[in-house]
């Protein structure tokens, strides 16, 4: 009976990858931790700008599959849920930073896709500690040629990043997780963070809420609202009351009602009782509770709440 090749063995590259018998316990790897994820999308996107970009353009992948040993995916998903989306968030951001860096060069920044799109996922062959990035220039494009991706891998043996082509037929091989899909879109004005927000008009308020809404209709755009009310509700795309204390974000993702927020004016301070399926306040899950009895936290000022894994919501000073 022949054994069937493992995934390494079928693009040639089998020996690269497999240490020597005993040297295994040598390089036992350590637990994979999300800064570590992070440093490794940003570090791919550098070389993604480096290897793509020509002249005065600058270019870079839409795309980026990440993937792992199986056990280190599920390790994220079942203990640390939700947290693949708040590296999203938080990478989309650096991006940002990295490509205006470019633009006040003079160098013309232009994207080729309208979105982000990430995909984690595992194989059965790689190994614990073992971590891979395959990147695309045109997420979700019909019109884009079946040809070979590059493929960049960091086998735990020796820890050095090796790089090669790869047929489409390959990705076959690797096991997609709906959870681990995350959709965001690009925004043009390269401007995502707080301290690069014009806003105009009344601003007087308690606090103000920034996010951006993963939909084509809003993309490129972030979606404002401030906080006229001491008390109020986000809601998503099925919220029908109206009113100022209504803050809806246009968004399958985000519950109606999904959180109430308060403003206490004696302690100056805010708090948030959440009512949707998921919520994240600072990468620490808050607990669900009843809308008609809210379990109340603590919301400090500048703190990202994450709503299904998918919405950022920040809370700012007014």
Do not use: C
Not at 90 to 112: C, D, M, N, R
Not at 271 to 283: D, P, R, V
């Amino acid at each position: 009976m022949n054994e069937k090749p493992s995934f390494w063995q079928r693009i040639g590259l089998h020996e690269w990858f497999l240490s020597d018998e005993g040297t295994s316990a040598l390089n036992s790897p350590q637990t994979m931790t999300p800064n570590d994820v992070y440093k490794y999308i940003i570090e791919k996107f550098k070389e993604s700008i480096a290897e793509l970009s020509f002249g005065d353009r600058v270019v870079f992948y839409h795309e980026f599959i990440i993937s792992f040993n199986q056990d280190d995916y599920r390790l994220f998903m079942d203990n640390r849920k939700g947290i693949f989306g708040i590296i999203v968030h938080e990478s989309v951001k650096k991006f940002y930073e990295i490509l205006q860096e470019h633009a006040s060069q003079g160098k013309t920044v232009e994207p080729s896709s309208s979105k982000w799109v990430f995909r984690f996922v595992s194989h059965p062959d790689y190994g614990p500690g073992d971590k891979g990035f395959i990147g695309k220039l045109l997420p979700g494009g019909g019109t884009q040629k079946e040809e070979n991706l590059r493929v960049t891998f960091i086998p735990r043996q020796t820890g050095i990043a090796e790089t090669f082509d790869v047929s489409q037929d390959v990705l076959k091989g690797f096991t997609f997780y709906s959870e681990g899909y995350y959709e965001l879109p690009y925004i043009n004005e390269l401007e995502y963070d707080e301290r690069s927000t014009t806003t105009t008009g009344n601003v007087n308020g308690f606090a103000r809420f920034e996010t951006i809404v993963p939909d084509k209709a809003f993309a490129g755009k972030k979606v404002e609202f401030f906080m006229k009310d001491e008390d109020i509700l986000i809601s998503g795309k099925d919220e029908t009351r109206e009113g100022s204390f209504i803050f809806k974000i246009p968004s399958d993702w985000v519950d109606s009602p999904h959180l109430r927020i308060k403003y206490n004016k004696k302690e100056d301070r805010f708090y948030l009782a959440s009512f949707g399926e998921k919520t994240l306040l600072n990468e620490r899950e808050v607990k669900r509770s009843d809308a008609d009895k809210p379990e109340w936290t603590e919301l400090p000022v500048n703190s990202r709440m994450l709503l299904n894994g998918i919405v950022g919501v920040n809370i700012f000073k007014s």
